[in-house]
């Protein structure tokens, strides 16, 4: 009995021992397993969140959009333009009506094509002509050709900016000249008024700036010349601005006793003649080491000014001579009355004999080494040699004592 009693209780005590191990074996892994989750999570949250930032965050993409569109817009601009008639041109920035914009010449064949474009009565409408590069118009280099001047008849407010390139060489004949049917040249009664320059006539507010003219030849044989404007025909707002003309040689012929025929009327080194009023508004510009050779009315700015203003402010002659043949005409054959027909900065068609010389010098304009040469009475004054007093004062009149003399058109 005592056997079996011991065997039972040795069962029992195998039992409990089993079931203790089991229940010491399963508690530990519900806790193996927390402790890898609970490690788990911390390890991975983390990790992602800065991977996600770095994708999606605008610091990264904002700098990659900025380097990429910003160069891609400055180096397609001009490419955007639209085609200039059958031009190989391009007109950048018009608005929906064609106005405004900008047309880009880099070349001489570029400058040739403008001209013949605006000499077919083409409008262009406040649209600037920006030079990109020096331009050399020398009819005796290869593809070079004589110069026909830019009718700008149909440039309304214009703007012309050499952007601080120089135009060499441009060369004028007269029967170089193509003649426009429109409102480029002008029938009167006596006859047709032309413009010998860069730009033959103007007629609409126009704006000139930042360019300069080297070794022109103008061989006008009537009116009206300058190297860059030869006629503004209307009563315009001409602005022109740091303008320079150096070595420029306009020879308007010298005439005959009482033969005026082939002769330039009103010849100035930058504008020949502004005949119906109107504004010139002149600053910062040069005219140096020229000759400029006419009948009456030769300056070393502007021809002359009919019944216009003249705002002439911060410019400068120099070393410059001004032919004049006035003298060959019957009422002028007086050297003192035909002295007046040459001005260092510019003439009054309007104010005959008036001395104004002062007035230009109180603006800031200077001369230096500035020569008046009386023709046919073989006289050469030196600066403002011979005007003495006014035309008015020397004839004892209060008005221009020749009616009908001179055409003032």
């Keep these: 009995m005592k056997r079996i009693t011991a065997i039972i209780s040795l069962i029992l ?13 399963e508690t530990p892994k519900p806790a193996d397993t927390n402790k890898t989750e609970q490690t788990k999570a911390p390890d991975t949250k983390p990790a992602e969140t800065p991977t996600e930032a770095a994708t999606d965050a605008p610091a990264t993409e904002a700098p990659t959009e900025a380097a990429t569109e910003a160069p891609t817009e400055a180096v397609t601009e001009a490419p955007k333009g ?39 009565d083409e409008e262009l409408d406040t649209v600037t002509i920006k030079l990109t590069a020096d331009i050399d118009l020398s009819p005796d280099v290869e593809g070079g050709k004589h110069w026909n001047p830019i009718s700008g008849g149909y440039m309304i407010d214009c703007t012309f900016d050499g952007d601080g390139h120089v135009i060499n060489g ?32 103007i007629r609409n507010d126009f704006t000139v700036q930042n360019v300069t003219f080297n070794n022109a030849t103008i061989n006008p044989t009537r ?36 033969d005026t025929t082939g002769i330039c009327f009103r010849a100035g080194g930058i504008v020949g003649a502004a005949i119906f009023g109107g504004t010139i508004e002149m600053s910062n510009c040069t ?53 007046y027909f040459a001005d260092i900065f510019h003439e009054e068609n309007s104010y ?58």
């Design 13 to 25: 005590v195998i039992v409990m021992t089993a079931c203790c191990f089991a229940s010491c074996g």
């Design 82 to 120: 639209e085609k200039l008639g059958d031009t190989s041109l391009e007109i950048v920035g018009a608005d929906e009506d064609g106005m405004g914009g900008t047309i880009y010449i880099g070349t001489r064949e570029q400058l040739y094509e403008f001209a013949r474009y605006v000499n077919d």
């Design 352 to 409: 005959w004999g008036f001395y104004h010389t002062d007035e230009d010098l109180a603006n800031g304009n200077t001369y230096e080494n500035v020569t008046s040469y009386d023709i046919r009475n073989d006289v050469t004054y030196m600066n403002e040699e011979g005007k003495t007093m006014s035309y008015y004062d020397l004839m004892g009149v209060d008005k221009f004592p020749v009616s009908g003399a001179i055409d003032v058109r």
């Design 170 to 201: 441009m060369w004028i004949d007269d029967e170089d000249l193509e003649e426009p049917d429109g409102y480029g040249y002008m029938v009167n009664g006596s006859g047709p008024i032309h413009g010998y320059g860069f730009f033959g006539a």
């Design 287 to 339: 005219v140096s080491g020229s000759k400029i050779i006419g009948f009456h009315n030769i300056a070393g700015l502007v021809g002359s000014a009919n019944y216009g203003i003249v705002d002439i402010t911060n410019c400068r002659v120099e070393n410059t001579e001004l032919h004049y043949s006035a003298s060959y005409a019957k009422s002028y054959n007086d050297p003192q009355l035909s002295r």
């Design 223 to 258: 009116k009206h010349a300058g190297c860059v404007i030869g006629t503004i025909d209307s009563a315009s707002y001409i602005t022109i601005t740091n303008v320079t003309v150096n070595n420029l040689y306009l020879n308007g012929g010298v005439g005959a006793e009482g």
